[in-house]
């Protein structure tokens, strides 16, 4: 069995900035793609970015330029760093991975909660 944890959502002023960290534990024997998607209030789940274990990387087209994904594989962790945080950025976020515990199979997170006030 996998296990995600997120961490470092908070309360931040628009333009500002946050780091996101996601680690994954458990009897893991390798992670394929990790990846963050976000839920605002109303709205489905959105995909923000992923990265796979090469490190290639992909992003939404609302957050390119101002988002950076990156792993840590020895870690089994993923990061986000958001830089000039906008209102519509509001959400909770989780982390998804692909990650081989006997099988392949998604785990996910329990989410962070991320507020950008205006």
């Known amino acids: 069995q996998v296990q995600l944890v997120e961490s470092g959502g908070d309360l931040v002023q628009a333009g500002g900035s946050l780091r996101l960290s996601c680690a994954a534990s458990?009897?893991?024997?390798?992670?394929?793609?990790m990846a963050w998607y976000r839920q605002a209030p109303g709205k489905q789940r959105e995909l923000v970015a992923h990265?796979?274990?090469?490190?290639?990387?992909n992003y939404a087209g609302s957050v390119k330029g101002r988002f950076t994904v990156s792993r840590d594989n020895v870690k089994n962790t993923v990061y986000l760093q958001m830089n000039s945080l906008k209102y519509e950025d509001t959400a909770v976020y989780y982390c998804?991975?692909?990650?081989?515990?006997?099988?392949?199979?998604?785990?996910w997170g329990r989410g962070t909660q991320v507020t950008v006030s205006s």
């Open positions: 998804d991975a692909e990650a081989h515990s006997g099988s392949y199979r998604t785990y």
């Open positions: 458990g009897n893991i024997d390798s992670i394929n793609v």
């Open positions: 990265i796979d274990s090469g490190s290639r990387t």
